[in-house]
C-alpha cells in the first residue's frame, strides 16, 4: 500500500486492506477450472438468477466484483486527493499519472487502476501464502529451522535483526526460501498462456491461440530434476558445499515467460526480510494439547489459482527472553 499509493495501513483493522481481502479471497475461490468450464460451455448460465440451487459461484462473482471495483477505485482516490491537496508523495500510481509517456486518456487511467489493485492482491495473497507455507515447513523441520538460525547467530549476531546486506552471507537461508516455493508453490498451474503460433510438443499438435496452463506444481515435484521431491531439503542447492548462483527471483514459482510476476523482485525481498526476521527472533514448533503431548499437523491445502496451508495449530516463542517471554499458541492465520 505505501509503494502503491502512499498509504500507512491503520493499526488493527484497515478499511482499504478489508477490501482488498474480500475481493482476493472470492476471486481466488472463483477462479477455479470448473467454474470456467460451466460459463464457457454453457454461457446462458449468466442470465440465470443467483439465486437458484448451485449457483453459489455466481452469487460470489457479484459480490467480488462489487468489492473489485471499489479496492480498484477508493485508494486511486485517496491518492490523487492527497496530491490536490499538494501532500509529496512517491506512490507509483501517482508517478504513473504524471509520467509524459503514457496518455492521459480514461482508458490508460482505468489500465493504471487495475495494474495497481492486481499488484496489491497479487503481492499480497502470494506473499502472504508464502509465509504461511514457511511456518509450517519449520514446524515439520525442525533441524532446518535449528540449521538456518544458527548461520544468522553467526553472521549477524544477538545484538540487531539481519537486513539485506547480509543477505549474500546467509547462503542456507537462501536455499530455505527456494525450497519453500518449491515444496508449496503458491501459485500451482501458474498464470494461463497462450500459443501466439502453431507449435507441436512431443508429438501433440497445439494451434495457435491455445491456452496452455503449465502444471507448475508437477514441475517443481519431477523426481528427476528434485530427487525426494516431496522432501524439504534445502541441501538440495548446493554444489560442493556453495548454493548455485541462480537467482531467487528466477525461480519458476513466479512464472515464467510474458507472464512472469513482474512483481517477483519486490515479493523476494518481503517474503526473505520476513523469514530470516522469523528465524532471527522466534521458534517455531508443534502446539500441545491439554496433556502436554505435541498434536499432529496433517496439512491441508486450499484450492484456487493460489494454494496455502489451511489454519494448523503451531506454538511460538521468542528464542531470547529479552524480546518478550510471552509463548503464543494458536492456529496459524489466527495470529
Known amino acids: 500500500m505505501s509503494i502503491l499509493y502512499d498509504y500507512e495501513l491503520s493499526p488493527g483493522r484497515d478499511h482499504f486492506v478489508e477490501l482488498f481481502e474480500c475481493g482476493a479471497t472470492i476471486a481466488m475461490e472463483g477462479l477455479l477450472p470448473e467454474n470456467s468450464a460451466i460459463v464457457t460451455t454453457f454461457p446462458f448460465v449468466l442470465s440465470l438468477p443467483t439465486w437458484l440451487p448451485g449457483f453459489r459461484f455466481s452469487r460470489r462473482a457479484a459480490l467480488s466484483k462489487k468489492c473489485a471495483d471499489a479496492m480498484v477505485l477508493a485508494p486511486f482516490e485517496y491518492s490523487r486527493k492527497r496530491e490536490a ?51 509450517l515447513a519449520m514446524l515439520q523441520n525442525i533441524d532446518v529451522q535449528k540449521r538456518a538460525q544458527a548461520e544468522i547467530d553467526e553472521v549477524v549476531g544477538l545484538d540487531r535483526l539481519p537486513d539485506f546486506e547480509d543477505r549474500p552471507q546467509l547462503p542456507y537461508v537462501e ?108 521458534n517455531i514448533s508443534k502446539a500441545l ?31 531470547r527472553a529479552d524480546l518478550d517471554g510471552k509463548e503464543f499458541s494458536g492456529m496459524m492465520k489466527d495470529m
Open 85 to 135: 491537496d499538494g501532500v509529496a508523495s512517491s506512490a507509483m500510481i501517482l508517478n504513473l499519472l504524471r509520467s509524459e509517456k503514457y496518455p492521459k486518456d480514461p482508458s490508460t487511467i482505468q489500465l493504471f487502476k487495475d495494474v495497481a489493485a492486481s499488484g496489491f492482491i497479487g503481492g499480497g495473497e502470494t506473499s502472504t501464502v508464502a509465509l504461511y507455507s514457511f511456518c
Open 175 to 282: 536455499a530455505v526460501l527456494r525450497e519453500t516455493l518449491r515444496l508449496y508453490p503458491v501459485v500451482p498451474l501458474a498464470v494461463a498462456h497462450a500459443t501466439v503460433s502453431d507449435d507441436v510438443f512431443e508429438g501433440y499438435f497445439i494451434p495457435k491461440g491455445s491456452t496452455v496452463v503449465p502444471n507448475v506444481w508437477a514441475m517443481l515435484h519431477n523426481p528427476d530434476v528434485y530427487p525426494e521431491p516431496n522432501s524439504f531439503k534445502p541441501e538440495r542447492y548446493f554444489k560442493d558445499g556453495k548454493l548455485d548462483d541462480e537467482p531467487s527471483t528466477s525461480h519458476i514459482g513466479y512464472g515464467f515467460g510474458r507472464r512472469i510476476c513482474p512483481g517477483r523482485y519486490t515479493a523476494d525481498a518481503s517474503i526473505w526480510v520476513a523469514m530470516v526476521t522469523i528465524l532471527s527472533t522466534l
Open 289 to 319: 494439547d491439554d496433556q502436554g503431548r505435541e498434536i499432529h499437523v496433517d496439512p491441508k491445502f486450499t484450492c484456487g489459482v493460489t494454494s496455502g496451508p489451511l489454519p494448523f495449530p503451531c506454538k511460538i516463542v521468542p528464542r
